[in-house]
C-alpha cells in the first residue's frame, strides 16, 4: 500500500495525516486514532494492512497543535520521566473537543481525496474514546466505531464518550485489555449500561491475559496472539458494519 503524506485544514492550523490507499477502489474509508505515542512506523503498517483489506486509511497526528513533539520509543517512553512529562502534557493538552472538532476535517478529508463509501473509526489508548466520541458526535457519517485497551470509555468526566451513546448510530466493538487501570471493571458495566439504554448495537469483549497496548507492535506489553485476535475481530466487525 502506498502511504500519501497530506495536510488537513482544520480550525485550529494544519494536521498532518498519512493516507493508505488499498490497491483497487477503497470499499469504505477509516480513520485510526493513534494511541499516545503519536504516528510512527508501527501505526504506518497497521493502516497498511488494514488498507489491505479495501479500506482507505487515515491516521491524522492528533498533537499536531504542539509540532513538532518526539519521536518518542513505545517500549521506554513513560518510564523516563523526561519524556514521560512530555507525553503527558501531549495528552493533556489536546482534549476531547479538540479531536471532536477536528474529526469534521478528518471525515471531510475522504471526500476530498476522492474517496466515497461509509466510513469507520477505530481508536487504540487514548483514540479509543476519541473514536468513539467522533462517532457519538457524526452519527450520520460513522457507521462503525472500535476502541482497543480504549482508556476512560465511561468515567466521571463530562466528555467521557458513554455520554454519548444516545446519540451513536455506528455499531459498536470495544476489546479491552485483561487488566487495564484506564479501564477498569466499573467503567466497563458503566459503558456497557449505557449502549444497551440507548439500543446501541455493540459488542464488548474482554482479552483476558493481555495488557493496555497489546495490539501495538512497538508497545511494550505487545502480544502476539492477542493481536491476531484484535485483527480477526477488527476486519469482520468492519466487513460487516462497512460492507
Same mark, same amino acid.
Given at each position: 500500500?502506498?502511504?500519501?503524506?497530506?495536510?488537513?485544514?482544520?480550525?485550529?492550523?494544519?494536521?498532518?495525516?498519512?493516507?493508505?490507499?488499498?490497491?483497487?477502489?477503497?470499499?469504505?474509508?477509516?480513520?485510526?486514532?493513534?494511541?499516545?505515542?503519536?504516528?510512527?512506523?508501527?501505526?504506518?503498517?497497521?493502516?497498511?494492512?488494514?488498507?489491505?483489506?479495501?479500506?482507505?486509511?487515515? +491516521?491524522?497526528?492528533?498533537?499536531?497543535?504542539?509540532?513538532?513533539?518526539?519521536?518518542?520509543?513505545?517500549?521506554?517512553?513513560?518510564?523516563?520521566?523526561?519524556?514521560?512529562?512530555?507525553?503527558?502534557?501531549?495528552?493533556?493538552?489536546?482534549?476531547?473537543?479538540?479531536?471532536?472538532?477536528?474529526?469534521?476535517?478528518?471525515?471531510?478529508?475522504?471526500?476530498?481525496?476522492?474517496?466515497?463509501?461509509?466510513? *469507520?473509526?477505530?481508536?487504540?489508548?487514548?483514540?479509543?474514546?476519541? =473514536?468513539?466520541?467522533?462517532?457519538?458526535?457524526?452519527?450520520?457519517?460513522?457507521?462503525?466505531?472500535?476502541?482497543?485497551?480504549?482508556?476512560?470509555?465511561?468515567?466521571?468526566? =463530562?466528555?467521557?464518550?458513554?455520554?454519548?451513546?444516545?446519540?451513536?448510530? =455506528?455499531?459498536?466493538? +470495544?476489546? +479491552?485489555? *485483561? +487488566?487495564?487501570?484506564?479501564?477498569?471493571?466499573?467503567?466497563?458495566?458503566?459503558?456497557?449500561?449505557?449502549?444497551?439504554?440507548?439500543?446501541?448495537?455493540?459488542?464488548?469483549?474482554?482479552?483476558?491475559?493481555?495488557?493496555?497496548?497489546?495490539?501495538?507492535?512497538?508497545?511494550?506489553?505487545?502480544?502476539?496472539?492477542?493481536?491476531?485476535?484484535?485483527?480477526?475481530?477488527?476486519?469482520?466487525?468492519?466487513?460487516?458494519?462497512?460492507?
Amino acid at each position: 500500500m502506498a502511504k500519501q503524506d497530506i495536510g488537513i485544514e482544520t480550525r485550529d492550523g494544519k494536521a498532518k495525516a498519512g493516507l493508505f490507499r488499498p490497491a483497487s477502489t477503497a470499499k469504505a474509508g477509516a480513520i485510526l486514532y493513534m494511541d499516545a505515542f503519536g504516528p510512527r512506523p508501527a501505526l504506518d503498517e497497521m493502516a497498511e494492512r488494514l488498507a489491505g483489506e479495501g479500506y482507505a486509511v487515515l +491516521v491524522p497526528d492528533l498533537f499536531y497543535r504542539d509540532a513538532p513533539y518526539g519521536p518518542f520509543d513505545a517500549k521506554t517512553a513513560f518510564a523516563v520521566e523526561e519524556t514521560k512529562k512530555a507525553l503527558m502534557a501531549l495528552v493533556a493538552g489536546t482534549t476531547q473537543e479538540m479531536t471532536i472538532r477536528d474529526s469534521a476535517a478528518f471525515l471531510d478529508a475522504f471526500a476530498s481525496e476522492g474517496i466515497d463509501g461509509p466510513i *469507520g473509526v477505530v481508536g487504540y489508548c487514548m483514540g479509543g474514546a476519541r =473514536a468513539l466520541n467522533a462517532a457519538g458526535t457524526y452519527p450520520d457519517r460513522i457507521a462503525a466505531a472500535a476502541s482497543f485497551h480504549g482508556g476512560n470509555l465511561a468515567s466521571d468526566a =463530562a466528555d467521557s464518550p458513554h455520554r454519548k451513546a444516545a446519540s451513536l448510530k =455506528a455499531r459498536v466493538y +470495544v476489546g +479491552v485489555a *485483561g +487488566v487495564d487501570r484506564s479501564f477498569p471493571p466499573e467503567q466497563s458495566a458503566r459503558l456497557a449500561e449505557a449502549l444497551r439504554v440507548a439500543e446501541v448495537d455493540h459488542t464488548i469483549e474482554n482479552y483476558v491475559g493481555v495488557g493496555h497496548g497489546w495490539c501495538i507492535k512497538d508497545h511494550s506489553l505487545y502480544d502476539e496472539a492477542g493481536a491476531e485476535r484484535h485483527w480477526k475481530r477488527l476486519t469482520m466487525f468492519f466487513g460487516e458494519a462497512l460492507g
